[in-house]
């Protein structure tokens, strides 16, 4: 991404030869370089983070995007994927929140469950339906708090996606 801060406006139309992002001239505001800031992270892409864990006595790098849920079920974690991989994992729930550090994919939805909201069909009342057609019970109590960070996430995805 080039971005031309200069003194001049002579040697812009040759700065866009070269696609840059935008052509500043000097001097620039504060407000000016934040929205410059703001337009260029909704470009930019995102960074393919993973997480790492042991399961079934191997390491496993799962990427975000392609993982589905966390649900604890006793000593273990299981971890589902978008390939339909299940990974049983002797990991608390603590753990999980600490390697996908609060990445805004990942809604709790119940006590010791987690989805990603990229992969949530639908929610109802009681029920949150992934797209692999997996169904997790939410809190009851914050079904309507859920329900509206679902729908919050999507709305600012489809903005990101329309200012790229």
């Not at 470009?43 to 990427?63: G, H, I, S, W």
């Not at 990445?103 to 029920?127: C, P, Q, S, W, Y």
């Amino acid at each position: 991404m080039i971005i031309f801060v200069t003194t001049s406006r002579e040697n812009m139309p040759e700065a866009f030869r070269f696609h840059a992002f935008d052509y500043i001239v000097k001097p620039v505001s504060e407000e000016r370089l934040r929205t410059l800031f703001d337009d260029a992270l909704n470009v930019l892409p995102t960074m393919n983070r993973y997480m790492t864990f042991t399961a079934d006595r191997r390491e496993v790098k799962l990427l975000f995007s392609d993982c589905i849920s966390a649900a604890s079920s006793g000593h273990y974690l299981l971890i589902r994927a978008k390939s339909g991989e299940e990974y049983r994992t002797r990991m608390t729930i603590k753990e999980f929140t600490d390697m996908i550090d609060e990445d805004e994919r990942f809604l709790a939805i119940n006590k010791g469950i987690f989805v990603n909201m990229d992969h949530i069909r639908n929610i109802t009342e009681r029920t949150c339906i992934m797209a692999n057609g997996q169904k997790f019970p939410i809190k009851v109590r914050e079904s309507q708090l859920i329900e509206r960070t679902w729908q919050n996430y999507c709305f600012d995805q489809l903005r990101k996606g329309q200012n790229a």
